[in-house]
T-cell receptor, first 116, second 113 residues
Framework: GENVEQHPSTLSVQEGDSAVIKCTYSDSASNYFPWYKQELGKGPQLIIDIRSNVGEKKDQRIAVTLNKTAKHFSLHITETQPEDSAVYFCAATPGGNSGGYQKVTFGTGTKLQVIP | DGGITQSPKYLFRKEGQNVTLSCEQNLNHDAMYWYRQDPGQGLRLIYYSQIVNDFQKGDIAEGYSVSREKKESFPLTVTSAQKNPTAFYLC????????????FGPGTRLTVL
């Protein structure tokens, strides 16, 4: 099955600096890679996602890059703000043209702390 | 205002008791999921349901049971057979079966006393 590894487990940055979180996956059939942000005591929320036919996607201060050959994808947050402090999860979902459930495999999470 | 609700937010249970966690969604989603979250670990899938009256075991189904009698509801029962039930439980839903965004509820923190 799919295995997703996420690094680092914790990350502290100064406000205004950039933060980068990296994930690798094992199943070359995976084709959908969402990133979720989880604030303390809440459920995860999707912040950005990318599909395997795209190498990069950007949404304001957040960007995700995907390298299918190397099987890794990264989350980039620029100009970090204190409200960016949270746990971030990457995930991978296998593709395929058939129907049926396609399991989402999550990384172990990165706790990001933005220091004012 | 569409979304997923979970109740209760906090739940305390004595050893040997079964407890049921509620999950309701008004997003008209077909698929629903239950995850368990432990510190330092990712989300682990307990059960999922693609359609009413059907559900499948996930990676860690032992000691848990579910039902899906209505599209909107997917309750999870943590039975006394679950050896280490203290955790944060998350319910999610998605539109369909193929890879796509999952919408999460706010979670229930279960503590066994």
């Amino acid at each position: 099955g799919e295995n997703v590894e996420q690094h680092p487990s914790t990350l502290s940055v100064q406000e205004g600096d950039s933060a980068v979180i990296k994930c690798t996956y094992s199943d070359s059939a995976s084709n959908y890679f969402p990133w979720y942000k989880q604030e303390l005591g809440k459920g995860p929320q999707l912040i950005i996602d990318i599909r395997s036919n795209v190498g990069e996607k950007k949404d304001q201060r957040i960007a995700v890059t995907l390298n299918k050959t190397a099987k890794h994808f990264s989350l980039h947050i620029t100009e970090t703000q204190p409200e960016d402090s949270a746990v971030y999860f990457c995930a991978a979902t296998p593709g395929g043209n058939s129907g049926g459930y396609q399991k989402v495999t999550f990384g172990t999470g990165t706790k990001l702390q933005v220091i004012p | 205002d569409g979304g997923i609700t979970q109740s209760p937010k906090y739940l305390f249970r004595k050893e040997g008791q079964n407890v049921t966690l509620s999950c309701e969604q008004n997003l008209n989603h077909d698929a629903m999921y239950w995850y368990r979250q432990d510190p330092g670990q990712g989300l682990r899938l307990i059960y999922y349901s693609q359609i009413v009256n059907d559900f499948q075991k996930g990676d860690i189904a032992e000691g848990y049971s579910v039902s899906r009698e209505k599209k909107e509801s997917f309750p999870l029962t943590v039975t006394s057979a679950q050896k280490n039930p203290t955790a944060f439980y998350l319910c999610a839903s998605s539109k369909g079966q193929r890879g796509g965004e999952q919408f999460f509820g706010p979670g229930t923190r279960l503590t066994v006393l």
